[in-house]
């Protein structure tokens, strides 16, 4: 557990967009939405989310963790991969209920479970009144069928 | 009304996840988040949320709509400031409950209901054990008070 703990959000407006105290808007869930790009080029590599404990965790450890919805379960992202990220800086947005997460990817600097750099990889557009997915070409940089292999 | 329909998300998650077929996975309220960057410079921009409302009119018309949440109403980004997002492309994430729009902002070039050009213009940092936050400084491009002046 971490010790850090967070205030509750300011009912001021002007204190939650221009103050100097963090106090995450967390959801229904306990959740605030997480954006995470890449520190170095400022690609945008996925989308989490974090409750309080791993919001907590990255800021005093200095490596995202995030809270896995299908699992529900504290995520440390990297941990079976090895693509482990090293935040560079965390950011809130204006009324702090989502961060912003500048980060260097390690190991094979792949962050989609996919094995692709991005989880971000296919392009929506429209065809004949139906919306169509196009493959950008990139690959995977590592083979994440045997990384996430389960134990038989 | 869009006459633009999703089908329902696919079970088989190799189809979900490299598949052709846009079928965005709705949470529990309709929502998919969206995460919108400038198609120039690739700068955050803001997080926001997509009925299938506002994502068939975002791909029939190439500018962006959202759902407020807040307002619970469909949300034509910029139809007050002039801050109109011109859509370059829309990507959607791995299992497709989340989507990347890169934009153009038209008018002040600016996202944020506070004037700022992004809404993420506070860095989270730790002192003495508490969470607190450094604005960056970046200053307002419009005087949000007198453009969202409720009318009296």
Redesign the interface.
């Known amino acids: 557990m971490s ?2 703990q ?1 205030d509750p959000p300011s009912p001021d407006k002007d204190a939650l ?6 106090t995450p808007r967390f959801d229904a869930n306990g959740l605030v ?1 997480a ?1 995470v ?1 890449d520190a170095g080029d ?3 590599l ?2 989490a989310h974090m409750n309080a404990e791993a919001l907590a965790l990255t ?2 450890t200095g490596v995202a963790h995030y809270w896995s919805r299908s699992r529900k379960a504290l995520w440390k992202k990297g941990e079976t991969s090895g693509n482990v990220q090293e935040v560079v ?6 009324d702090q209920d ?3 997460l500048r980060v260097n990817v390690l190991g094979h600097d792949a962050t ?3 094995g ?1 750099r991005s ?8 065809k004949d ?8 070409g990139s690959a995977p940089l590592f083979d994440a069928s045997a990384t996430y292999r389960k134990p038989s």
């Not at 800086?89 to 204006?94: A, Y």
Request: charged share 20%; net charge negative; with cysteine.
């Open positions: 010790a850090l967070f967009e221009g103050g100097e105290s963090f939405t954006v790009t400022g690609k945008l996925m989308v800021l005093e800086s965390m950011l809130t947005v204006c989502a961060v912003w989609c479970h996919t692709r989880c971000f990889y296919r392009t929506v557009g429209l009144g139906k919306a169509i997915l196009a493959d950008d």
